[in-house]
């Protein structure tokens, strides 16, 4: 299994408990309090404090840095793809779905990044993935610029219309088909 579900920081519990996830990554704000889902293996809950802006010197606020995006592929890695990983920021609708889409490079590093991105926009019409978790991403996975470019092509989402949690299958086609199974 490599789906990964991503979802607004309301919905966490809900979408743990139907998904049978066991895994998590939080994307939320310094300082931002919630509860970890009962569900969720506290050993692999990743909490990351950034907050959701593109650029760095913005006061109080934490723009997404290196070392955050480390963090979240690093954490793919060590994913036992057992059981869906849960991304969540607190609208599920950029800090997370660039997070997801790190994740999936980290995990299947042979996959077109353009595909990977339109997978992700028919998975969720309002996400607009965070450029700044983006950018780091795709140079910290060496893509040269491919996943920025796939992303800038898939556009800035719908505008927000509330909570809508999705899913989308982080593999490759072509790994179904050297498996001989369909996804």
């Not at 809900?14 to 309090?33: F, G």
């Not at 934490?62 to 060590?78: L, M, N």
Request: overall charge neutral; proline content about 7%.
């Amino acid at each position: 299994m490599s789906t990964i579900v991503v979802a607004p920081l309301s919905r966490i519990a809900e979408i743990a408990v139907r998904n049978r996830c066991r895994e998590m990554i939080s994307l939320v704000a310094p300082k931002q309090d919630f509860h970890r889902p009962a569900v969720i293996d506290p050993s692999r809950h990743l909490v990351l404090g950034v907050n959701d802006i593109a650029f760095a010197g913005t006061g109080d606020l934490v723009a997404p840095q290196e070392a955050h995006v480390e963090a979240i592929i690093t954490f793919a890695r060590d994913w036992d793809r057992k059981t869906p990983l849960l991304i969540h920021c607190m609208m599920g609708v950029s800090r997370s779905p660039a997070a997801a889409l790190i994740a999936a490079l980290a995990v299947f590093p042979e996959q077109d990044d353009d595909t990977l991105a339109l997978r992700l926009r028919t998975a969720s019409r309002q996400a607009t993935p965070n450029s700044r978790i983006v950018g780091i991403g795709d140079t910290l996975l060496s893509r040269g610029g491919r996943l920025v470019q796939a992303v800038k092509e898939i556009g800035r989402g719908v505008d927000y219309v509330g909570e809508q949690p999705f899913s989308f299958d982080i593999a490759p086609a072509s790994t179904y088909a050297d498996a001989g199974a369909a996804p």
